[in-house]
Nanobody
Framework: QVQLVESGGGLVQAGGSLRLSCAASGRLFSIGVMGWYRQAPGKQRELVATITSLRRTNYADSVKGRFTISRDNAKNTVYLQMNSLKPEDTAVYYC????????????WGQGTQVTVSS
């Protein structure tokens, strides 16, 4: 079993910054795509950004130029640097990862709340 543990959420004023971290631990051989998703109240979960093991990145249009996803493969950790935050970025942010052990399994973190005040 693998656990994804997120940290770094909180309350910030509009225009501010936060950095989210997600560390994977447990039975794993390697990790493929890692990503961040978010879910605002009353809305569906949506993609924020993904990064492959070769560090190819993909971003939602709404966060391009403001958010940066990165990873440390040695630490099995993915980061999300969020700058110029807006109230509409308020959501629970979830970490996601494709983990290889005997096969491939997709895992989700428990989520971390990000609240941006206007």
């Amino acid at each position: 079993q693998v656990q994804l543990v997120e940290s770094g959420g909180g309350l910030v004023q509009a225009g501010g910054s936060l950095r989210l971290s997600c560390a994977a631990s447990g039975r794993l051989f390697s990790i493929g795509v890692m990503g961040w998703y978010r879910q605002a109240p009353g809305k569906q979960r949506e993609l924020v950004a993904t990064i492959t093991s070769l560090r190819r990145t993909n971003y939602a249009d709404s966060v391009k130029g403001r958010f940066t996803i990165s990873r440390d493969n040695a630490k099995n950790t993915v980061y999300l640097q969020m700058n110029s935050l807006k109230p509409e970025d308020t959501a629970v942010y979830y970490c996601n990862a494709d983990v290889y052990y005997t096969g491939t399994t997709n895992y989700w973190g428990q989520g971390t709340q990000v609240t941006v005040s206007s």
